[in-house]
T-cell receptor, first 117, second 109 residues
């Protein structure tokens, strides 16, 4: 149980284009979804937290107009990297929690590797 | 400030035991998580401790001392597939996870 999928698993795009990444909870309803990015050999960096039906809460320093998050349903959240640039190249990982408790375990998707040329 | 410290890298032998330590300083505390992350993959959940003591789960055990701001992950009967990074994350009073940089564990035959 508690399976989270991400699509695509990797994407290469040209600078200036937009890329959408989907995160789905396959066998549970995700009350909260998180989006992280991870640079090589570094820890996870939380970008934003989203709850179904409400606006995402972005961490300090993360541009909400550049990283658009939509949590349209209890099983789907999307991250759109708008006008991508080479510095946006990273490993993007989503996670989801099932219950309403603050300490619920986060289950991670497999990640999406984005390369911007 | 809030901070998590764990060793950058450790090496151990197949079949042996290894202990990965983690110390944390957070504003409030709502538990400590351990995750395993293989290279190029997303983290997978290993354990959650919020009370002092040792929790055993198969070959993996996790220990917490809240008074010392200290946790460790104990891996027994090491297998080659245990080669991975192990991430320690503490949850603060706002239920935010503060992540450590991870400990890369190298298992040698």
């Amino acid at each position: 149980g508690a399976v989270v999928s991400q699509h695509p698993s990797w994407v290469i795009c040209k600078s200036g284009t937009s890329v959408k990444i989907e995160c789905r909870s396959l066998d549970f309803q995700a009350t909260t979804m998180f989006w992280y990015r991870q640079f090589p050999k570094q820890s996870l960096m939380l970008m934003a937290t989203s709850n179904e039906g409400s606006k995402a809460t972005y961490e300090q320093g993360v541009e909400k107009d550049k990283f658009l998050i939509n949590h349209a349903s209890l099983t789907l959240s999307t991250l759109t990297v708008t006008s991508a640039h080479p510095e946006d190249s990273s490993f993007y990982i989503c996670s989801a929690t099932a219950g309403g408790g603050h300490t619920d375990t986060q289950y991670f998707g497999p990640g999406t590797r984005l390369t911007v040329l | 400030g809030q901070n998590i410290d764990q060793p950058t890298e450790m090496t151990a032998t197949e079949g042996a035991i290894v202990q990965i330590n983690c110390t944390y300083q957070t504003s409030g505390f709502n538990g400590l998580f351990w995750y395993q992350q293989h290279a190029g993959e997303a983290p997978t959940f290993l354990s959650y401790n919020v009370l002092d003591g040792l929790e055993e789960k198969g070959r993996f055990s996790s220990f917490l001392s809240r008074s010392k701001g200290y946790s460790y992950l104990l891996l027994k009967e090491l297998q080659m597939k245990d080669s991975a990074s192990y991430l320690c994350a503490a949850m603060d009073s706002n239920y935010q996870l503060i992540w450590g940089a991870g400990t890369k564990l190298i298992i040698k035959p």
